[in-house]
């Protein structure tokens, strides 16, 4: 499954050096990623490229040197890179994921959630590409989980709205697509902000100060190491199997609300948790959510699909980066 391409390198030898062509292995299975500078992105470039398929990711403000810049915005510019690579497999994990964000801004959110969802399902299909459809759990209202993905979908806000759109795009315009339903996520940050999850560590961190943390909502961090795994896993299904198509679900199986979420992770660092104070009113900030969107993963399950990282060493291998305690960090690293 590989094939071979010329690459030139520098060889230094005693007095000078000189450029030497090599023969180098390229993988002959193809997968093009969008979004591929964000938090699931990078892990899904990464699982992908070290498990023997030839990756380009694609990004847009922070996508150069390592990644093919493009605006998913522009059409012309989207035909052209998947007809350039002829990738076998699209995983679009660009997206607007901020609820907030989506609320305060619908136009733009829904430019880049749903028309430039459907115009790559549109693309793919175009060149017989399995595209993989990265959605949410925030599509289901929250009030009688656990879902299955023949539930009938009642998004809260507009963001879970505008993904749901998105979906009904995809499916539309491609109907060998996979739509993958996930919950919230956290992984290796480049910075806490980049995680709903993460973000809460400098409260944690801080415990001279009480902190508020929500006691209501229901949530299931999910590593993003195991949500990549599952596309490529459900990538290398396909290609073997043409039905593998239509809507999943993955997501972690420890349910947590944030304050729960915030004592399991000053638990992993020996840190106190007495400063944090759980809130158990249904929040009144901000777009509304579900109370309980817990998915049901057993179809993937019955595939073989799955990989599931436990909530506390998933959590400290993502966060011991932005430990301020340098000593602790020492002690349980060196």
């Known amino acids: 499954m590989v094939g071979r391409e010329k690459e030139l390198k520098i060889r230094f030898v005693p007095g000078h050096c000189e450029l030497v062509e090599e023969d180098i292995d390229i993988p ?43 605006n998913l915005l522009n059409s012309v510019a989207v035909h052209d890179i998947i007809h350039d690579f002829q990738p076998h497999v699209i995983v679009h994990c660009a997206a607007e994921r901020r609820p907030d964000v989506v609320e305060s801004q619908p136009d733009a959110a829904s430019q880049l959630n749903v028309a430039a969802s459907g ?19 925030y599509v289901f209202d929250g009030t009688s989980p656990p879902y299955k993905e023949t539930d009938v979908p009642n998004p809260l806000n507009l963001y879970g709205k505008t993904k749901l759109e998105g979906e009904k795009a995809v499916l539309e315009n491609n109907e060998g697509a996979a739509v993958l339903r996930i919950p919230v996520l956290y992984g290796e940050v480049e ?22 943390m929500d006691h209501w909502q229901q949530r299931f961090p999910t590593n993003v190491k195991d949500v990549a795994v599952v596309c490529r896993q459900l990538a290398e299904k396909r290609m073997l199997d043409p039905s593998i198509k239509g809507t999943f679900h993955w997501s972690g199986n420890e349910q947590m609300t944030k304050y729960e ?3 399991a992770i000053a638990d992993a660092f020996n840190l106190p948790s007495s400063h944090l104070r759980p809130i158990t009113d249904c929040p009144v900030v901000g777009a509304l959510r579900p ?44």
């Open 261 to 263: 979420m915030a004592c």
């Open 191 to 212: 910075r806490l902000e980049e995680s709903a999850v993460t973000v809460m560590f400098d409260k944690v961190q801080f415990s001279n100060k009480s902190a508020n």
């Open 28 to 70: 002959s299975r193809r997968v093009l990623i969008t979004g591929a500078t964000g938090l699931l992105g990078r892990a899904v470039f990464k699982e992908f490229n070290g498990n023997n398929w030839n990756a380009v990711g694609c990004g847009y403000r922070r996508a150069q040197p390592k990644f093919e810049q493009v």
């Open 291 to 334: 109370r309980n969107a817990q998915l049901d993963c057993s179809k993937l399950e019955m595939l073989g699909i799955g990989q599931r990282t436990p909530f506390r060493a998933g959590i400290k291998e993502s966060l011991w980066p932005f430990l301020i305690d340098k000593r602790w960090r020492q002690t349980v690293f060196h």
């Open 119 to 137: 115009n790559l399902a549109k693309e793919a299909a175009g060149i017989g590409a399995f595209l993989i459809y990265i959605s949410t759990d």
